[in-house]
């Protein structure tokens, strides 16, 4: 065999091997461009009449004529699942403490204060010896927690008559004598209850007075809570129509412990808000109404006036039975120059002594009540919703003596 047909041979191989190639490309390609056709298009099996269709695949159906396609059929309605409304959720009421009880709180509470009153005290019953500088040493105490100059010095002056001037020889007996002293300086013949008598079909009537910043709102809803705890039915009336979040602040206090509200927006007249208040009270026949003012400077002559016209307004339907000014504890005799002025306007029947804890001084007790006359009926001491008392005369020495 010669080179030019070996040569031939091998070109011939070639060709083929290449035509091979190629047809075998093409079939490869047609079946590529089929399968992705296929995919687009969708499986559609055809089923025979009478077989079932295998697992997985799609039945068909056929058209029926005069039938709407298949995609625009109606559907049967599908019931949605009834769901009941929520129901409303009922406030819980809370449950005040009782008036007993919270008295014994806050005596414990004053006797762990410490407070210049207390201190003093326990300064001169733990003395070996009492000399001329330990009495004006115990004076001075005394003034300073506002106890005043002329009480201070009449109850130093029984005391040495009765302690022996060179020491306290029966410290039980000295712990006696200055407890009966204190309580004759408290008073405790004034009456101190709070008159809620009333005509029939006729609420009593609280009214609550002061200057800014005394918490008179705050005493309010205590005082609520203190006669339901007593089984009063309350309603409340925010006459304080200058302090815009008072109305709901007094709301608030109320929701807690059932009682009702009537507020305006603010700027309202607040002797309206009072007048409406009664007439709800009388309407609903509740037992008290406590009736919140604005804080008013004592020395604003125009303001003072319009706390007049209010308890006027409110006296055409009912008779105040109470008007209570709610002092301070720390401001000492400021607050009773506070006390001269409003008892001149709305001739003030009870104190409330609020924030009477240990930074207070416990004798503005004695101060304002020999200032107006008019008896401490409610201390306040503490921030608790509790935390307001009957006051009571023995109670509230004790607690200053630590006892």
């Not at 040493?137 to 005043?148: K, R």
């Not at 203190?226 to 206090?253: K, P, S």
Request: hydrophobic residues 40%; charged residues 25%; negative net charge.
């Amino acid at each position: 065999m010669n080179a030019d047909l070996v040569i031939w041979i091998i070109l011939g191989v070639l060709i083929a091997a290449a035509v091979a190639a190629t047809a075998i490309a093409l079939v490869q390609r047609r079946r590529a461009l089929t399968s992705r056709r296929a995919e687009e298009i969708g499986p559609s099996p055809e089923v025979e009449p009478g077989t079932t269709p295998s697992a997985g695949a799609e039945p068909t159906t056929e058209p029926t004529p005069g039938a709407e396609p298949a995609g625009e059929q109606a559907q049967a309605p599908v019931e949605e699942p009834t769901v009941a409304p929520p129901a409303e959720a009922t406030p819980t009421l809370e449950t005040p403490e009782a008036p007993a009880s919270r008295l014994a709180r806050l005596r414990r509470r004053l006797a762990n204060s410490n407070n210049a009153l207390a201190r003093g005290l326990a300064q001169l019953l733990s003395a070996d010896h009492i000399d001329d500088d330990t009495w004006d040493d115990f004076e001075t105490t005394l003034i300073t927690s506002d106890l005043g100059v002329g009480p201070s010095t009449e109850l130093v002056e029984k005391l040495r008559s009765e302690l022996a001037i060179d020491g306290v020889a029966d410290p039980a007996k000295a712990r006696q004598v200055l407890h009966r002293e204190l309580v004759g300086l408290v008073n405790p013949d004034m009456d101190r209850s709070l008159h809620l008598a009333h005509e029939e079909g006729k609420p009593a009537v609280v009214l609550m007075v002061g200057v800014n910043g005394t918490g008179k709102t705050t005493t309010c809803g205590k005082l609520a809570r203190m006669l339901v705890a007593e089984d009063h039915t309350v309603l409340l009336g925010a006459a304080d129509t200058f302090r815009a979040a008072a109305g709901e602040q007094l709301e608030t206090w109320g929701e807690r412990v059932g009682v009702r509200t009537i507020r305006k927006e603010a700027g309202s007249d607040p002797a309206s808000v009072g007048y409406e208040a009664v007439q709800a009270g009388i309407d609903e026949g509740v037992d008290v109404v406590i009736v919140d003012t604005a804080g008013r400077l004592h020395n604003k002559a125009g303001l003072m006036d319009e706390l007049g016209k209010v308890k006027r307004v409110i006296e055409k339907l009912a008779p105040v039975s109470e008007v209570l000014l709610v002092l301070d504890a720390t401001t000492g005799q400021n607050g009773l120059t506070q006390a001269r002025v409003f008892g001149d306007v709305v001739d003030v029947t009870g104190i409330v002594l609020s924030k009477l804890d240990g930074s207070a001084k416990g004798g503005i007790v004695v101060q304002v009540q020999k200032e107006l006359g008019v008896p401490v009926k409610l201390i306040g001491l503490g921030e608790g919703p509790d935390d307001l008392a009957p006051f009571e005369a023995d109670g509230f020495v004790r607690g200053l003596m630590g006892e």
